[in-house]
């Protein structure tokens, strides 16, 4: 049940942040807002490794596949494609897109055991469930 609502949590705090980025951006420029955005991101995870534990930062070089040590690059575009994104569409809109694509590619991922991830077997229902949140982007977008 705590996993259901850090996810709640955590889909909030993407729909705020994608809107206070985008009007950074307003003023200081996209790739300032990014980074900006990069930099505190380092401050505050540094604050909690200072306080919460001192986990080993040499431990970085023992990951393998070293492909997975490319998540802070994505994360840099996914701040600018959710910035663009939001500034195009609005903030719900953007955040309906977001979410049906993480959704899809999730499954993908799980489905195929992508990534190191268990394997799961093709659900009809899942797919269904994939299906009636796209047809309600349609529906949410229909003027």
Not at 20 to 28: R, W
Not at 119 to 139: D, M, T, Y
Request: overall charge positive.
């Amino acid at each position: 049940m705590a996993g259901f609502f850090i996810a709640l949590i955590s889909g909030a705090l993407m729909s705020i942040q994608g809107v206070f980025n985008t009007q950074v951006t307003k003023t200081t420029g996209v790739w300032v807002s990014n980074g900006w955005v990069q930099i505190t991101a380092f401050a505050v995870c540094l604050a909690a490794w200072l306080f919460t534990g001192r986990d080993s930062v040499s431990a970085i070089a023992k990951v393998e596949p070293k492909y997975m040590l490319l998540g802070g690059a994505i994360g840099a575009v996914i701040t600018w494609t959710v910035i663009k994104s939001v500034a195009a569409l609005g903030p719900a809109k953007s955040a309906l897109l977001i979410v049906i694509a993480q959704l899809a590619v999730s499954y993908l991922i799980q489905l195929f055991g992508m990534f190191g991830m268990d394997r799961e077997p093709f659900s009809w229902r899942k797919l269904g469930g994939l299906l009636v949140a796209v047809i309600g982007i349609a529906v949410f977008q229909w003027e």
